[in-house]
Nanobody, 120 residues
Framework: VQLQASGGGLVQAGGSLRLSCAASGSVFPITIMGWYRQASGKQRELVADISSGGSINYAESVKGRFTISRDNAKKTVYLQMNSLKAEDTAVYYC???????????????WGQGTLVTVSS
C-alpha cells in the first residue's frame, strides 16, 4: 500500500489550500482515513479523521476552518483548509487504518507528508 499526498504549499494567512491523499497498491479495507500534522519542534498531532461510516473528528484548533472528506471509490481523503493561520504551518501527513482480514490486527499506513507554510 502506498499513500501519495499532494496539495501543500505556501499561502498567506487567511488563504485556503486543499490537500489530497490517494491510496494505491494492494489496499486493505480502509476504516479510518485521517490527517495529522507536525510543526517544527512539536509532536505530531491529529488534525482530523473520518471513518468509513462518515464519523468525523476534528482538532479543536481547526474546527470551523478545516473540512475532511473521503471518496471511497477513489481511496482518497481530502482536507479543505480555509482561513489558514500562521500556526497551521506544519508538515501534514495522511494515514489510513484498517484490517486486511476481519480477524487480523488493525494496520496503519502513513503518507510521506506535504509541507504547508502559512505566512503572516
Amino acid at each position: 500500500v502506498q499513500l501519495q499526498a499532494s496539495g501543500g504549499g505556501l499561502v498567506q494567512a487567511g488563504g485556503s489550500l486543499r490537500l489530497s491523499c490517494a491510496a494505491s497498491g494492494s489496499v486493505f479495507p480502509i476504516t479510518i482515513m485521517g490527517w495529522y500534522r507536525q510543526a517544527s519542534g512539536k509532536q505530531r498531532e491529529l488534525v482530523a479523521d473520518i471513518s468509513s461510516g462518515g464519523s468525523i473528528n476534528y482538532a479543536e484548533s481547526v474546527k470551523g476552518r478545516f473540512t475532511i472528506s473521503r471518496d471511497n471509490a477513489k481511496k482518497t481523503v481530502y482536507l479543505q483548509m480555509n482561513s489558514l493561520k500562521a500556526e497551521d504551518t506544519a508538515v501534514y501527513y495522511c494515514k489510513i487504518s484498517g484490517r486486511p482480514v476481519y480477524y487480523s490486527p488493525e494496520v496503519s499506513v502513513w503518507g510521506q507528508g506535504t509541507l504547508v507554510t502559512v505566512s503572516s
